[in-house]
Structures are given as C-alpha cells and as structure tokens.
C-alpha cells in the first residue's frame, strides 16, 4: 500500500521523536532495554499515530482499541508513544525506572494511563490480548486488539498455548506482530534457541501470516488493513526489523539488548536522530 | 452425620446460579469441567464458557485479559495445576495487576486420594497466600462453598477458592452467613481454641466433642478466610483460651499453621500447635486412610490440644 506522502512524513517525524525520547529516557534511567525499543519503534508509531482508536483524555473509554505490549522490556517505546499521544505529559519521560514513578521498569497497567496489561515476564501478553478479544466478540464490540511479541519470547511455551486458543476461537479482531531481529539476550535467535520457521510454525497453529518489512510504514500499514479484512483467524505480521534500528553503533549489536548509552553515546544517538 | 455434598459440587451450582444473574460472569477449564463442575455452567451457558483445553498458563492470562476488558472470569483446574503449573501467570497477569479474576481450583489436599502425589496439592495455600493483592478462602463444606463463590464474585480483585473432590458432611445450616476476611466461631470454649480450615473443620468439631467428654472445653473457630486473616479473632481467641491448635488439609508450612504462629508470635504469643500434612508429599490411597497416615483426624488435633494446653 502507497502512503500518502504526508502521512508518512508525519510518521517518519513522529518515529524519529520517539527514538529520540528511547535515547534520553534510557540514558537519564542508566539502565534499561534500547535494542528492543528501537526495533519496534515504527510499527508502535504506526499503531499509536495511524491505527489504534485510542482517547488520550478517556484512557479507559470501553470501545478503544487496546495495545498490548508483550515484550515488556520494549516499554520506552510505549511510554514515548503514550506520552507524544497525550496520555502524560512528555516532560514525565525522565522519571523511567525513579522511584515514585508511573513509569516501571516494565509495563504496569495500573500505574500508567494508557498501558493495557502489566507485562514484564515473557510470554504472557498474547494470551491477555486473547482475552481482550475474547470479551470483545462476547460483547459484540468493534475494538481490535493489536499485541507485539518478540522473537526472543516466542521460546515460551505459553506463547504456542496462546497461539493455538486464538485460532480455536477465531479470533479475527486480533493482530500481533512479532519483531524478528533476530537478536535475543545471549546471542542470534537461532544460536540460543531454534525457533524458524516461524511463518510456517505461526500458519500450523491456524494464524493468517504475513511478512513485512517492519521500519517500511507503507507495509505496516497495508499489513493491518489486511488483517482488519481477515476473517475467522488471528493475523501474525511477521516483522523484519533491525534491533537498535536507527543509531548505528546499536544496529544489530547483541550488547544494546539491555544497557543504558553513557554521555557521549547518547550525544552521538541523538545527532544521529536529529 | 447428614448430607454429604463436594464443595466443588456446590461451586458447579452456585456458578450457574451465579451466570443466571450476572451477565459479566465467564468461565474458564483446562479440560477438566466435568471434575472442577464448571459443565454446569458450560451447559447453560456455553457462550460464556472456555475451555482452553490442557493449557493452564494461557488459562490464566486469558482470564487476566478477559478481566481487563471488564468480564469477572472464574478459572478453574485442579489445585495443584492452578497453582503451581500457573503460577507466574497468577502472580504477574492476575495479582500483580490486580485483575478481577476469580482462581476456583478443586481437588485440593490429600482427599484427592488414589490418583497420588502428583495430584494432590500440598503447597497451594502457602502460594496464593504469599501474593500481594490475592484473597485466599477454603471453604469448609457445600454451604459455605456456595456463600463463597458469591462472595467472590463480589469481591473486587483476584481471590483463590481452595475447593475439595469428596463428600463432606453438610456442617452449616441455611441462616448461615459468610463474610470474606471473617471468622466464625463454632463452638464455645475458653481452654483451647481449635482453629481449622476447609475439611479439616469437620475433624475440629468432632474433636472439641471429644475434649468435652474429658470435660476440656475447646472453642472451635472456622477461619474460612485464610486472607486477609482475622486477627480480632485470633487475638479473641489467644487472650481468652491461652492456647491454639491449627488444623487443615495443607502442609504445615505456609498454610493456615503458619499463618496464625505468625500473627500470634507478634500480637500475642501463645502456644499454636500445627496439625497438617508435615514437610512431605502425599501418595495414593483412599482419602480416609490417607488423612488417618498423614495426621490428619480428629484424634491428631485432640492430642494436639492436650499438648497446646500443656504448654500455657
């Protein structure tokens, strides 16, 4: 799908601020998860700037879309997302990780205006988003349900669990991504634990499977039109993705899963994303 | 004794009485409907009904999700799966977020019998009771388990109903009224005080008879609410009787033993002897000679008393 030219310029704008606040965020924090955040960067802009139908001022209005984010670590890109969205104020960004915060270490649903499940421990957010879909069609309600897991979480078996009820049930209004970086804490997906072929492990569970590059809007967003018309199965978009996408010493760099970029990396991150 | 009823019986029924009158009720199975009673819900309301089949961890987490999005989700499996299999899923998706999800597992402690130790949960209790935010309550037969599960539903927030496999005598009458987090006082007494939980309330009572006949008057305390514990209660009972003796079909550790020594050990120590299953799996057998080799009769928690007494 074409997008229209000011659509993706205001995504490329809105993904590039995001990445900006990942940046300042971690480094204010001294710790944290950049790698992850960054890969999922511009399908979380896509959701929360072209898709999700969300109420900043009502977060928790019934017939909203609702996001949940599995990969819990990932959350700067929630939190930046939330924030540019208007469901808290940007300048809350640097208290990540204090203590006092609405922003946890990773996703606390209950201390966060905007975020739909606690998540934190792998595995456990597709089956939540089940359960969102689930109340969904019992009720007879529009709302979709969108859920980003990661490639490194699908080694739980929780997610295979989830996976087989969602097609039990037909769960159309559905979509998740998975973010193939190919990159997980102790090394390549892959050398840690073999989990391809994922697009034929997603369609034997009964998922409508789609491949995308994960940084092109253009397919993001085709991705989810497709999905929004597939009827009787979930939809798994399979996201080609760069972890640390977007600064150049963090791309594809096993390290960056899990620290925070000291002074002079962080200079560097943000004149590279300026 | 008179009627016998299953409190998991009782919670098969209340739950579909329950469906009837509140549209937000769901339920959730892990393929075992038919022995958790849930097919009485399943049956009249197979919209509301999931059966997510030998899967309990997803169970769970879809019970949290259902939760979020408003419903109040009873989940149920056995004990020692709902617990132990999920417990990740009950402590970061439910617990942790304080979802509105309702953890009925049936088949708890010894009385599981033959099917062995895989299957008798020992530890449940110690589990659920250690969870911020979880309301833990073992009702003591089909009366009270009825109470309970409406209890349950209107309490906001994630509560764990411990529930049983065998008959159990009918011990409450139709006035009978339960509260969470309230203990209720069987029997009078004021030299010991006998402090049981589930099925092991019925042992209580036979063995306060017991006591009587040597002329030792025992007060029996139902301490149906494992949390938030009764402390009025407790305390009632320590300053007036001097001593206690805990009784319930769960390990000695974590469950409701340790649960009184350790509120009692810090507002008012007296002696609180432990009468449960000590430090060790179960194994397979009828229920009664299991709870008869484990310690766990009428005449265990009279011997006990008569050495909590000894040592005022």
Redesign the interface.
Known sequence: MLVRAETEARLQEKAKNIRRHIITMLAQAGSGHPGGSLSIADIVTALYFAVLKVDPANPQW?ERD?FVLSKGHACPVLYGALAEAGFFPLEELKTLRKINSRLQGHP???KTPGV??????L??G???????????K??QRDYRVYVVLGDGEVNE??VW??A??AA??GLDNLTAFLDYNGLQIDGPVGEVMATAPLEEKWAAFGWHVLTIDGHDFGEILAAVEEAKKTKGQPTMIIAKTVKGRGVSFMENEVGWHGKAPDEKQTAQALAELA | MGEKIATRDAYGEALAQLGRSNPDIVVLDADLSGSTKTAVFAREFPQRFFNMGIAEANMMGTAAGLAAAGKIPFASTFAVFATGRAFDQVRNSICYPQLNVKIAATHAGLTVGEDGASHQSVEDIALMRALPNMTVLVPADGVEARLAVRAAAEHVGPVYLRLGRPKVPVIFGDDYSFEIGRAVRLREGSDVTLAACGYMVGPALAAAKLLAGEGIEARVLNMSTLKPLDGDALLAAARETGALVTAEEHSIIGGLGSAVAEFLGQEYPVPVLRVGIGDTFGESGPPEELLEKYGLTAGDILAAAKKAMGMK
């Open positions: 019934e609702r606390d649903m209950r739909e499940m606690s998540t934190g421990s595995g456990q597709l089956a939540a988003a089940n359960g969102m879909a689930l109340a969904g019992l009720d078996g929780m669990e989830a087989m009820a039990h049930y």
